[in-house]
């Protein structure tokens, strides 16, 4: 096979036509699917490993661990030299990709972390499934941190400032609406459910900048920032919103550009119908918009799934980009989804589409890239390049190589706790109580108060209660009687209730 211009990407081989994807429509989107065992994880490989070779940067979630092999070199084998004499390839060679490596809750890569700040009320309400009432109060907990200058980070901090507002919920629905204890309720109970499916791993800092998913190596590479994704995808609500975020990070932050030379950022979520199957309504329909209207940001999602029919057809419809391995039609539902795909492509005279999708061999694929215009190419049968990095894991010893490797411990490792709405708002509830709490010297025994500048009627009430020197205060003396008492039950209820009415009763 001849050499291939520097605009495209080889995926492989039709006969002698050579199967490419323009870089230009890179941001144009697109869908990997097939049965398992049919090649499709290659595949996504052969793509993710080229454009990173254009100097495109590539984020992409790794559910079983299968692409970590990215960062190594592969390994010729009988089947792989097989490949290679059927395709005649001109310039193939193994090599590493620049990897890094990173984890929400940060065992197999750096940690990734966001504030509840960069979050925002918006978002987290949909997150949260919140009522429009709950909504409400989420509103307001973010305008009085704001107005207060509050920090939202974490969790803690959140919470902190609820129970400030519950606390304070009339002064609080004087100034900005009516905050009802129902809907306070509400929200705190859907954080508590947030916070149980793994919130504090993803909520904190150091938050993960932008740029340093988007940076490419020394040689003009393309960084591949790989998410291990094990744990996280049985965690769908937190797997879902954190690439949300992200991709809605990207979208808020980036200028449009329209159509580039090539993207700014590919990427490529593999075994998408975990992130659809269990995803709420509401994030659902955000993740839909920002496909849609990311891709004039420079920005290319890719999805990675067994089946056309697992993603929304709303989504289906922007991915122009189509790479079909083999479906496996057993059952009425999966002679369905065959019918299905073969529907999405351009129809090829000389393809029998529904018939080839169950007929295709490991490695081989139906496909079909947009090319001048942005006009889709009549599906080919094609027969998949290889990736020159390894097929599958690597082991604990290279990652932790390639984790410290990467540049980003020091930025990344540590977490940092600074001063935020918990630590103030507790620091002023410290403060009010010690303000509001008299001084130990005072009531000691035999002891005069320090004298104060007060009205004559609450002078008469301090002699009352604390006494003069003379004469001792009903407080001093109710205590010397509750001493007395105190070895029953009667006595230590009969404290608790002397106290209670003085200090002003249950709260």
């Known amino acids: 096979m001849t050499a291939m211009a520097d605009d495209v990407l080889l995926l492989g081989r039709a006969g002698d036509l050579a199967i490419t994807l323009p870089l230009r429509y890179g941001n144009r989107h697109g869908l990997i699917a097939g049965a398992t065992g049919t090649g499709k994880t290659v595949s996504v490989l052969r793509l993710v490993e080229g454009f990173s070779k254009a100097g495109v940067p590539v984020v992409m979630a790794d559910v079983k661990g299968d692409v970590a092999g990215l960062g190594m070199p592969g390994a010729m084998n009988p089947r792989l030299e097989q490949r290679l004499a ?66 939202l980070l974490d969790m803690d901090d959140l919470r902190a400032l609820l129970g400030h507002i519950g606390e304070n919920r009339d002064s609080v629905s004087k100034t900005y609406g009516l905050v009802s204890p129902q809907s306070l309720s509400a929200l705190q109970r859907a954080l508590l459910k947030f916070e149980q499916e793994g919130a504090r791993s993803l909520l904190g800092e150091p938050a993960i900048q932008l740029p340093d998913l988007m940076r490419c190596s020394a040689e003009g590479r393309g960084i591949i920032n790989i998410i291990a ?102 059952t009425p539902r999966d002679q369905k989804a065959v019918r299905t795909a073969a529907e999405t492509f351009v129809p090829n005279p000389a393809l029998n589409v529904a018939q080839v999708i169950s007929e295709l061999g490991v490695g081989e694929a139906l496909v079909s890239t947009l090319q001048d215009g942005g006009r889709p190419m009549p599906v080919q049968r094609t027969l998949m390049a290889p990736p020159g990095c390894r097929l599958g894991a690597i082991t604990t010893e290279e990652r932790a190589a390639l984790r410290a490797s990467s540049g980003m411990g020091g930025k990344y490792d540590a977490a940092l706790d600074r001063d935020s709405a918990s630590e103030v708002l507790e620091g002023r509830a410290k403060q009010s109580s010690a303000s509001s709490t008299p001084r130990s010297s005072d009531v000691t025994r035999g002891s005069t108060p320090e004298p104060t500048e007060t009205p004559k009627a609450n002078s008469r009430l301090n002699d009352f209660l604390w006494g003069t020197g003379r004469r001792q205060g009903a407080v001093e003396a109710m205590t010397k009687s509750a001493a007395r008492t105190v070895g029953n039950q009667l006595g230590r209820q009969l404290l608790r209730g002397v106290l209670g009415g003085l200090l002003g009763g249950r709260r």
């Open 229 to 330: 994704a094990e744990s996280l995808v049985l965690k769908p609500r937190l797997y879902a919103s954190f690439l949300l975020w992200l991709l809605s990070e990207l979208f808020e932050t980036l200028p449009e550009v329209g159509d580039l030379e090539k993207p700014k950022l590919v990427f490529v979520f593999d075994e998408a119908h975990l992130l659809f199957a269990d995803c709420p309504a509401s994030l659902q329909q955000r993740i839909e918009q920002v496909v849609r209207l990311i891709r004039s940001k420079g920005v290319g999602v890719y999805f990675c799934t067994q089946s056309p029919s697992d993603i929304p057809d709303v989504i289906l419809a922007q991915l122009g980009h189509r790479i079909q391995h083999a479906l496996r039609a057993f």
């Open 86 to 151: 059927q395709l005649a390839l001109e310039g193939f060679s193994f090599g590493a990709n620049p990897t890094v490596f990173w984890d929400l809750f940060g065992a197999h890569g750096h940690p990734l972390r966001t504030t509840i700040s960069e979050i925002g009320p918006t978002l987290l309400s949909r997150i949260l499934e919140l009522s429009e009432a709950q909504s409400g109060v989420l509103d307001i907990a973010f305008a009085l941190a704001d107005a207060e200058g509050l920090l």
